[in-house]
């Protein structure tokens, strides 16, 4: 019998998590308790917000269900480790899709592993190998929860930082946030010693340090740390505009570009054009436009013409036709 009320709740509300009804007999058999006492547990359950549903009938279920705000979760070890190998695998490369809340998610839940736990997430992913290719851009998890949760803290973060021609540096700065565009990761920062905004591509940051100084945030010269970055990538010297038109909605073809390119265009219900810039291999940016899943049409520049039209024409061969 579990006579500890604190601890009784929180096995209470891991039984309650699993995705299931509970007889109310069963709860307490569990527990080790009276019925009674399960149903005055699941009272003070709901008062710090767990919206547990009741059931009638001879036996009395309860199950958890969606409420309006997320309460805490309880994991178990397992559980745990699994969801810290599953973040920590997505955010070490700039996957679409994982953005700075994942990041925030595994600062989190890595500030409060247990040590024997920590150990375990890092040895498991010593021992894998993920099957991906890309441009070498990987970066180490460790890296991206520091910085974020120096942007959540609002702590100066100082890190090393190798530029594109090689030269080396460090930079104290006051990190604003994390923009991922679906390959890489960039730190949107102002650098104090050059009293002036930057741009950071994570994957050449190295030692990264918080250093426990706050700052009072500043205001962005641009609407936000994606737009910021789209103007910064464009000062570029690498950098080529391009337009391209879609056989969709904007609306449909923006939920699925990412944020730092900008809305497209409307031109009428079914149509939408994009003119962006980026410093994306035109190989990688031509299969990235033909998985969004709508028809699209190339208007410029010339290369991504040609590099979308030898696509085409090589899976068409690959498909047998």
Known sequence: MTTDTPARLLQLLSLLQTPREW?????????????????RDIDRLRELGYPVQATMGAEGGYRLVAGKALPPLVLDDEEAVAIAVGLRAGAGHAVAGVDEASVRALAKLEQVLPSRLRHRVSTLQAATTPLTSGDGASIAPETLTVMASTVAGRERLRFAYRAKDGTESRRVTEPYRLVSTGRRWYLVAYDLDRADWRTFRVDRVSEPFATGARFAPRELPAGSAAEYLRQSIRRQQDTYAFTVTFADSAEAVGARLPGWLGPPEPLGTDRCRLRATTSDPVEWLAVRLAMLGAGFTVQEPTELIECVRELGERLSRAGGR
């Open 23 to 39: 007889p109310g007999g069963e709860l307490a058999d569990r527990l080790g308790v009276s019925r009674r006492t399960v149903r």
